[in-house]
């Protein structure tokens, strides 16, 4: 799949004036935050709601032979609670081992008023946005 290369994707870099650098295949393990350590904590976390879930499930419809599925809005609890349990710690030593330091994105700028930056960033890193989805040429 090559959609981050496609004229689509480039094109809206470029009208945003950002620079895109694209890693190879097989190597965004080594650079990406969350593939170094975020995922597997956040997973194990996910992991643990759905086993409880399915306890319960199983123990409700007892003789019932086909699996009952989860409501939207209990999977979007889900990911929300298990994104939040992830520890600071994690996310933190994750960007600094994919050579990121968040200390520099995370830093009050020099003329800056503002004392709570790095509480307002990481605040917002709970919310979720949807993107739908265009065709790529």
Do not use: C
């Not at 996310?91 to 930056?117: M, T, Y």
């Not at 790095?118 to 790529?136: G, P």
């Amino acid at each position: 799949m090559r959609a981050h290369t496609s004229k689509v994707v480039k094109a809206r870099f470029a009208k945003k004036n950002v620079q895109m650098l694209v890693v190879p295949g097989g190597l965004t393990l080594y650079v990406q935050a969350g593939d170094i350590g975020i995922y597997k904590s956040f997973k194990d976390k996910l992991s643990s709601i759905i086993d409880e879930w399915n306890y319960r499930i199983a123990w409700s419809i007892r003789r019932v032979v086909t699996q009952k599925q989860p409501l939207v809005n209990d999977v979007v609890e889900w990911v929300q609670s298990a994104w939040k349990a992830v520890p600071d710690d994690v996310i933190n030593r994750s960007v600094h081992a994919a050579g990121f330091s968040p200390l520099k994105w995370l830093s009050r700028d020099e003329s800056s008023e503002d004392e709570e930056v790095t509480e307002d960033l990481l605040e917002n890193l709970d919310e979720f946005t949807i993107w739908e989805s265009e065709a790529s040429e």
